[in-house]
């Protein structure tokens, strides 16, 4: 079985910095794509950041110049490195993987982490 557990999240002041990682575990094949979404009260799941295997990524234009993600193939983990924060990025941020489980199908499937409540606020 196929887990992504996220840590991190938290209270911050606006202009603060956070770090978020998500490690995948169990029966895994490989992982391809790597992202990291977030759910606002009232709003739609949005993606924030997104990582390939091969390390190209892509960014929310609101996240741009402020978020950085990055991957550790070897942990399986990805990280989001959350730099000037500001009170609208407030939400529960999710982390998503495309993984090719080890036993029972060679597609990829799409996995959800818990998710992990980020606060901005003074």
């Known amino acids: 079985q196929v887990q992504l557990v996220e840590s991190g999240g938290g209270l911050v002041q606006p202009g603060g910095s956070l770090r978020l990682s998500c490690a995948a575990s169990?029966?895994?094949?490989?992982?391809?794509?790597m992202g990291w979404y977030r759910q606002a009260p009232g709003k739609q799941r949005e993606l924030v950041a997104a990582i390939t295997s091969g390390g190209s990524t892509n960014y929310a234009d609101s996240v741009k110049g402020r978020f950085t993600i990055s991957r550790d193939n070897a942990k399986r983990t990805v990280y989001l490195q959350m730099n000037s924060l500001k009170p609208e990025d407030t939400a529960v941020y999710y982390c998503n993987a495309d993984i090719r489980p080890s036993t029972g199908t060679i597609r990829l499937l799409n996995y959800w982490g818990q998710g992990t409540q980020v606060t901005v606020s003074s």
């Open positions: 169990g029966s895994i094949f490989s992982i391809a794509a």
